[in-house]
């Protein structure tokens, strides 16, 4: 009984996803013909008072790879988006695993004595909206010059502070004799650092990565405000303007947008799922 | 000494780039509240009051603070029953996953659903037509706040079940043991165990909870654009549409004000969190 | 470890799958035209460059929609007459992204020396707080004079403060209906009028509703698309100062069914979320001309038209409504472009000869032919639709105007053998229709009135956006008018306390 309900319950939550990849595999004819609001020859049988709604399926009558076809060859400007998204991921990836370990093996080792105000700051800054923190953002764009290109969204999101609460959280149950072992034996700073230390917080900088790589994914904020040019959007936000007029090719060209999160997910979800746990903690 | 040194030069890097980019510009941006838009002389609270007493953004206000009442609680109590339900099955079963899911796919990619679902051509009117009712308008009623719920809930209920099953697993099990064995009743068992414990989590799962519902910005924008109906004008929205007039004085003196309201509330947490911890 | 390589795989094509898709594929304007934008170094909206002080010889050009081609093969006459002179060219391909930002830009001061704008935008900012008072240059300018150049168009802008632009080319707002048995009523009725309204406009319509063939009732379709109303009348029903709006008005709402109900029902027009679907909307042009079978012009909706094969032209032409209340007089124009000059140049002189180019002999045309807003257009169509859009350097005017009333009079001369009910009659010869044509147009210009646009908010993208999805669901049917203005009223008093 209560597996039958949990099983619904999965199903529900899961619907719009199965939505997308099941009709993705139509033809774009029908998802016109399906999803417009115009009587067609083609669907005036199925219309309701004169005025056609919306056929909802999730199993398309004739299943076929056009869509996928036509967004890949056609000279469409989604893979531009596409590539659009993967230049403002791939940075913001790669400069927050290389700034926070740093950052948390500092705060974790460091006898400062200000380390816990700096900390609280830090978290401070994480738990903001991301409307209010855009606007700093936006003054050291205009003052640096690179307002209305992917810097500004690079930048500030390579050193937001969530990275370095993360790790922090896992360092926190570290064995610091380790580090003192280590150290007596005569190694440098950074020795300790690659070699001690960083090995064991792999599984959470597996975990940032991927926690990141979502976020940066699914980007839309930023981009609205900071890109004003529309050869520059990424997908997330273009992926919407095209709903006018096209139901066949936002099927599919929103499957392919979703194969990369989903690939990440499949690949690293129990890292995943270890992050936010870790996030959560017993203490803060 | 020497520590101290080597510790900070570690912290560099990171510690620039917030300058940089958060703590000097959000200085700056004080400065900015206080001055005029056209001439950039010193004007005072000028800023501060016309924005307190437009209409905009007490509707906008309003709108944040009824969706944040709404949702934050039913994002707290339907994981906890959900996680309830499963924690013994452990984290990597497969209904996490599908819950999880959600959360990874892009807005922009499932935004469509909704559009099939609610528009005014679509699904569900369709039902209520050819049963002889009235089509609901969706989009542009006070229903859209539901919607927009119902949005937020299918996407984020994953995470805080994540959080929940977890911290259902630090419950030693020995206190349940201990229970079964002098017989207690299973209400009695929820209500001195299993609430009190889960107290610091649900404590976190309320933090996360209040962040994410500042997210829901994403499906409305791609679902409404800037000017969505009344009843789901939010804040974000506000802030946005004051972005593209580039009325950079307007916005200093709102972000500051309001950043201070939520940087005074996570000190409060943050220290009573600090406390809660140390109880337990 | 099978399942890392095989998603590292996966990965990796996903990742190349773009890159060769945009290089394989030979049609892809989108690609091209963005890697002609990296190319002309990062032509960015707001990557501009201003005029350095020490330089001397540079200016700057911001601008819109192909004006680098104009300006590569036009300006000849002054890369010749200054080949020291470096002419940079900061415009944007993308028109609504530069009228987007334009605001924004002024405030920053981000602007090149000379700046074009396009003629559907306001001016509320082409002030002496930016701009230089052009009116010195041109008093003290030989050739700029009424023997060159319509002098009431081309400095048509000037308020008390001074002159801050230049137009050219010049956007027709009226339009003309010429019939022996309507015209002659309605002269009586509105010659003592001084300002035709929208409203009047309506009111004709629907009194000589059923004596209006379809292609002359598409005339007024052209003006009272529920938008175009919608736009018109907002600027009345919007209190800036009190921050408030008043769609929900009883003889607005009621001119909106009105005009849904009848001219749109009547041309049997659909709207969908990509615009309005119709079979009228394939046989016509952008324009608004008909043809018929033969691909012939039929019925010209402007001041060219086929009609005015009549020589006494003035008569039989009834005023033409304003589109906006705010403008003044019997006939109004809106540039179609304008040229304004920036007030931190370092070489106004230099600047002020550039100008002069753009609005000399054929500069002009060329200038008006690159800009134009639909991209397939060719220099004929423009030329055959003249005053709709015309140039206001007097010769240019000529060139076009010959064109023109060649084409017009060989199609007068083939409806005139078919001759249904004498309303097309010929006579006279062909010089004897150019020079009347040419005096009465004269005449004609001479009392245009500029025609000031209102706050650009208005007609600009944030009020215009906000009202065109609410508009959309009203005339396609899924909300009540009430509903609609009720829910454009809320949301542009939001708009209005931003």
Known sequence: MKKIIMTLITIIVLLPIIFMISNSFMSAKEADNRYTELVTPYNSYSSVDGEHYAELTFIPTYVTLDGYKKVLTDDQAYLRMFWNSVLITIPIMIGQLLISPMAAYAFEMSTWKYKEILYLIYIIVMLMPMQLLMVPHYITADFLGYNHTWWAIILPAIFAPFGTFLLRQQLSGFDKTLVEAARVEGASEWRVFFKVVLPNMKATMAALAALTFVDCWNIVDQAVVFIVDVFKEPLSVYLSKIVQGNPGLVFSSACIFMVPAILVFLLSHEYMIHGISLSSGRDV | ?280 | MYKKIVSIFIVLLMLLMPLSACLASENNKIYDSYMDDISKQNKDLNNHITADKDGENTLVITGYDKLSKYIDTNASKFIESHPYVDIINDSSEDISNYTDNFSVRIMTENLGDIVFLPGNISYKNINDAYFLDLSSFVENDKDINDENYFMNILTGGANEDGLFFLTSGVGIMDYCLMRNDISDDLTEKFETKVDLTYDDLLDIYFEYNEKLDDDEKWVFLEFYDPFSYSRYKADSLIDYENKKANFYDVDFMANMEKVKKDLLTSFDIKYTADGPVGSIYSSTDFLGDLTDENGDYMFYSNLGGIKHYYLDLKEKCFSKPRLLQTAGGKYSYAPHGIIAINKNTSNPELAWEFVKCLIGEKEELQYLRDSNMESNMKLIKILENMLTFFPINKKNFELVADIELKNNWEIALRYSSRNKDGRYDITGTFEDYKKSYLDGIYEIISEYNYCKLNDDEVFGVNSGSIVYHDMYLYVTDQQSIEQTMLNIQNKIEIWLNE
Not at chain 2, 228 to 254: D, I
């Open chain 2, 1 to 280: 000494m020497k520590e101290k040194i080597t510790y900070k030069k570690f912290l560099l890097p990171s510690l620039l780039g917030i300058l940089i980019f958060y703590l000097l510009p959000y200085l700056a941006s004080f400065y900015y509240a206080f001055t005029s838009a056209k001439t950039g002389a010193f004007v005072g609270l000028d800023n501060y009051t016309r924005i307190l007493g437009s209409a905009s953004f007490s509707i906008a206000s309003h709108n944040t603070l009824l969706f944040m009442l709404i949702c934050v609680p039913l994002n707290i109590i339907i994981p906890f029953m959900l996680a309830y339900a499963i924690h013994k099955e452990g984290k990597k079963s497969f209904i996490v996953l599908a819950f999880m899911l959600p959360l990874v796919i892009p807005s922009g990619a499932t935004v469509y659903f909704w559009r099939v679902l609610f528009g005014n051509y679509g699904f569900i009117n369709k039902i209520l037509i050819s049963n002889g009712l009235e089509t609901v308008n969706f989009f542009q009623s006070q229903a859209t706040l539901y919607i927009v719920t119902l949005v937020f809930l299918m996407k984020n209920i994953g995470f805080n079940m994540v959080l929940f099953i977890s911290g259902l697993g630090y419950i030693p099990k020995e206190y349940y043991e201990l229970a079964k064995v002098e017989g207690c009743s299973k209400w009695y068992i929820m209500r001195r165990i299993t609430f009190v414990y889960i107290v610091p989590t649900a404590f976190m799962t309320l933090l996360m909870s209040v962040i994410n519902s500042f997210k829901i910005f994403r499906e409305i924008y791609l679902l409404f654009g800037n000017y969505p109906y009344t009843s789901v004008y939010m804040l974000q929205h506000y802030v946005n549409n004051l972005f593209s007039q580039a009325a950079l004085q307007s916005l200093s003196a709102l972000s500051t004000m309001i950043s201070l309201i939520v940087a005074v509330v996570v000190i409060v947490l943050y220290i009573g969190q600090r406390k809660l911890a140390k109880d337990f």
